[in-house]
Structure formats: structure tokens, C-alpha cells
């Protein structure tokens, strides 16, 4: 019998997959015996991370529909299927008071965050999906969930992920099994300015003493994408060391929000 998790001769294809929890996932999916079409916007780290899995691999940008398109005609016409899609490329810009953001940027981050898994899954679901069934999963983010300093343009794009989540879940049932994980504070590059110079202060407010790490979030992707989720669709996965309930602890604040309050757009990568 195929282990439950197994991926064993699934497709799959990872968006910003070639540092933090998209290589992390990428490896995971790899792992499990899935092979992964990755892209990022970085050629080189594009071609480097497609040899060290031994998959395949796509320079661009989601923000471009015609690289989405490339991308899900490259992945079938390499593995021959394409069973399981990862959105987790994203942006975390623009910074700052909504007052202050300029509706150009906004619209890019909707391109980024929102538009491009939406036009992925269209493309996976037209290619394979419809026919033979399969699974996607989005990566939204814990703060989806409440509002937080600076954070406005980003905490939006995320909601309405979470909320596309839940809807096409119930549109492509039964074929395709739609699902998020939403992580808390990750160590990567795009939360660095969060965490580097505060980890101690953060780490001691996290219910599980630590903050996460990509492999916390890819072990959860994973297992949404394998059979042994077959009965789990339009469900949000917070993957967040306990984030949400650190109030029943009452000496632990919010070291994450004083970060993100205390840092400027200039503090990012
Ligand atoms: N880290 C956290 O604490 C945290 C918490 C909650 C949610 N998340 C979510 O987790 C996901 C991954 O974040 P991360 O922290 O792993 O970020 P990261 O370390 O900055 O990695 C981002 C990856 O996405 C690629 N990328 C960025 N923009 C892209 C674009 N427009 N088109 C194609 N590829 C793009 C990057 O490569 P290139 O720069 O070469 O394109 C890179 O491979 C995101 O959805 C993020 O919102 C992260």
C-alpha cells in the first residue's frame, strides 16, 4: 500500500520556491516522492533549486499571467500531469499606514497575493485538474486574522486569499481539494526585519518557545496535498506555535506587533 502521505508519481508546482517555505514545501513535496516545477523570479536560484530536486523550473513573475500560463503547460509537458498546485509566492509591500499607500502598489499586491493564485489554479484546473482531480494550497498568513501596525495592505491581500481559499474549495469539489495554511512568524528572509532583532522578546511570548521555522509550514503543506487530507477541503491550517492563544498567558504580549510597529519599510530585504 502507498504510505498516506506518499506523493509518489504526483506533479507539482511551487511558487517562490527557491528560498524559505517555498523550497522548504519544494523539498518537503520532493521528499514524499512528488516531482516539483518551481519558479521564482530569480533565473539562477530558478535553475539551481530546479537541479538540486532534481525537478523543473520556470523564471518569472505571478504577476504576469502569460509566466502562469508557461509554467503549468511546462510542468505537464515535463511530468506529463500536474496533480498539486503551492501559491506561496507573495509580497509583503506596500509598508505602512493605508493613508499613506499608494492604490498602484495596492493593485500590485492583489496582482501578487490574490490575482496570480487564482489565474494559477484556473490554468492547473484547465491543464489536469478538471479531468483527473488534485489539490491546492494556499499560504496565507496567522495576522489574516486581525488587524495589525503597517501591516494593512498585506493583512487584506490575505484575507481575500483566505476567502478565495474557502470559495473555490466549495466551486471544484469534488475533483480538487482546495485548502491554506496560514503560518505565524516564520524565519525567512521577508519576515527578517521582523524577527532578527527582537527573537529573544518574540520567543518569549510564543506558547512553543520558538519561532517557526519553513519546515514547520512545509510539513503541514504536505500533508494537505497528500491522500491523507482526502477529506479535507476549504480548511484553513494555522501553523502559528501557538501565536493565537498566547493571551491565556497573561504575561505574554505582542513582541511581534511592537516589531512590526517599531520597524520601517527601510528595514526590509
Ligand atoms: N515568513 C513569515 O513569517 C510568513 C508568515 C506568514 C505568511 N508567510 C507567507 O509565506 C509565503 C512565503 O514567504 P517567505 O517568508 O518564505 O518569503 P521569502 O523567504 O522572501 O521567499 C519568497 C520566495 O518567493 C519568490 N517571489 C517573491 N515574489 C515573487 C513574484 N512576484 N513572482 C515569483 N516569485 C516571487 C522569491 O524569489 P524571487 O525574489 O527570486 O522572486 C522567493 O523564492 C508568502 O506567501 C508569505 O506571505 C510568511
Not at 13 to 36: F, K, M, P, Q, S
Request: hydrophobic letters at 40%; charged letters at 20%; one cysteine or more.
Amino acid at each position: 500500500m502507498t504510505p498516506p502521505y506518499g506523493l509518489k508519481g504526483r506533479a507539482a508546482i511551487v511558487t517562490g520556491a527557491t528560498r524559505g517555505i517555498g523550497l522548504a514545501v519544494a523539498r518537503a513535496l520532493t521528499e514524499a516522492g512528488a516531482r516539483v516545477c518551481v519558479t521564482a523570479r530569480n533565473a539562477q536560484e530558478v535553475e539551481r533549486t530546479a537541479a538540486a530536486l532534481g525537478g523543473s523550473g520556470l523564471p518569472g513573475d505571478v504577476s504576469d499571467p502569460a509566466h502562469l500560463h508557461a509554467l503549468t503547460d511546462l510542468c505537464v509537458a515535463e511530468f506529463g500531469r500536474l496533480d498539486i498546485v503551492v501559491n506561496n509566492a507573495a509580497t509583503n509591500r506596500p509598508y505602512g499606514p493605508l493613508m499613506t499607500v499608494d492604490p498602484l502598489d495596492w493593485r500590485t499586491a492583489f496582482t501578487v497575493n490574490v490575482e496570480a493564485p487564482l489565474r494559477l489554479t484556473q490554468h492547473a484546473w484547465r491543464a489536469w485538474m478538471r479531468d483527473h482531480g488534485g489539490a491546492v494550497v494556499n499560504i496565507c498568513t496567522e495576522g489574516a486574522d486581525h488587524v495589525g501596525p503597517n501591516t494593512g495592505t498585506y493583512g487584506t491581500t490575505k484575507s481575500a486569499l483566505l476567502h478565495l481559499t474557502r470559495q473555490l474549495a466549495g466551486e471544484l469539489a469534488p475533483k480538487v481539494r482546495v485548502n491554506s495554511v496560514s503560518p505565524g512568524l516564520i524565519r525567512t528572509e521577508m519576515a527578517r526585519f521582523v524577527w532578527q532583532h527582537a527573537e529573544q522578546q518574540i520567543t518569549d511570548t510564543m506558547p512553543l518557545g520558538r519561532i517557526g521555522d519553513p519546515e514547520d509550514i512545509a510539513r503541514a503543506v504536505a500533508w494537505l496535498a497528500s491522500d491523507a487530507a482526502q477529506w479535507v477541503t476549504g480548511a484553513d491550517l494555522v501553523v502559528d506555535g501557538g501565536t493565537r492563544v498566547r493571551a491565556a498567558q497573561s504575561a505574554r504580549g505582542s513582541a511581534v506587533q511592537a516589531a512590526l510597529r517599531s520597524r520601517t519599510p527601510g528595514d526590509l530585504p
